[in-house]
């Protein structure tokens, strides 16, 4: 059954260094996004892809994060210079077009 | 401004017992609403959605779901829970089918007793 892979499952930064965040999307699915949910708290939609661009993001989403599908079949998340307050369980996840997302098993950021 | 909230951070019974997660969402529109399943170590998994057809939904694992417009509710239902039912388990909903901007419930853990 296709599925939306990430990785790494765990990552640990140090504050003020950049990181990227990796997922693979379902292939024939067009709408990609990342969520990410602070440790004890809800999911949060940060941003959705769609044509290669972005289509919609959150306040969440300030200058320091970006997305990229650099080659046609990865989706990345970027975040320029990570603070402690970036620490969370980040998930990707694509959809076709009126269809359900479907999620990645996450990516665990550690900020320290 | 869409919002779901869902009752009860955590919830817990027997082996063989009803299940029921509370969800209510508020939103100016009708929305999709959704059920994702949670379990150790692993990502979202949809176990049923509400899209404007049947209001009575029917999901994998046993799992069920209701939509009420009166009550602005979602309920997901289990008849007999099963220890393999032990996760966390997330409402949400959205306004747009196509694009979808997900807004979540703060998610309810599940926890089978013996």
């Known amino acids: 059954e296709p599925e939306v892979t990430q990785t790494p499952s765990h990552q640990v930064t140090q504050m003020g260094q950049e990181v990227i965040l990796r997922c693979v999307p379902i292939?024939?699915?067009?709408?990609f996004y990342w969520y990410r949910q602070i440790l004890g708290q809800k999911v949060e939609f940060l941003v959705s892809?769609?044509?290669?661009?972005?289509?919609?993001k959150s306040e969440i989403f300030d200058d320091q994060f970006s997305v990229e599908r650099p080659d046609g079949s990865n989706f990345t998340l970027k975040i320029r210079s990570t603070k402690l307050e970036d620490s969370a369980m980040y998930f990707c996840?694509?959809?076709?077009?009126?269809?359900?997302?479907?999620f990645g098993q996450g990516t665990r950021l550690t900020v320290v | 401004a869409q919002s779901v909230t869902q009752l009860g951070s955590h919830v817990s019974v027997s082996e063989g017992a009803l299940v029921l997660l509370r969800c209510n969402y508020s939103?100016?529109?009708?929305?999709?609403l959704f059920w994702y399943v949670q379990y150790p170590n692993q990502g979202l998994q949809l176990l049923l959605k509400?899209?404007?057809?049947?209001?009575l939904v029917k999901g994998i694992n046993g799992f069920e779901a209701e939509f009420k417009k009166s009550e602005t509710s979602f309920h997901l239902t289990k008849p007999s829970a099963h220890m393999s039912d032990a996760a966390e388990y997330f409402c949400?909903?959205?306004?747009?089918?196509?694009?979808?901007?997900?807004?979540f419930g703060q998610g309810t853990r599940l926890t089978i007793n013996p």
């Open positions: 292939s024939n699915h067009l709408y």
């Open positions: 892809f769609y044509n290669n661009e972005i289509s919609e």
């Open positions: 996840a694509s959809s076709l077009l009126d269809s359900e997302a479907f």
């Open positions: 509400y899209t404007s057809a049947a209001t």
């Open positions: 949400a909903a959205t306004i747009i089918q196509g694009a979808q901007k997900l807004v």
């Open positions: 939103s100016s529109v009708p929305p999709y």
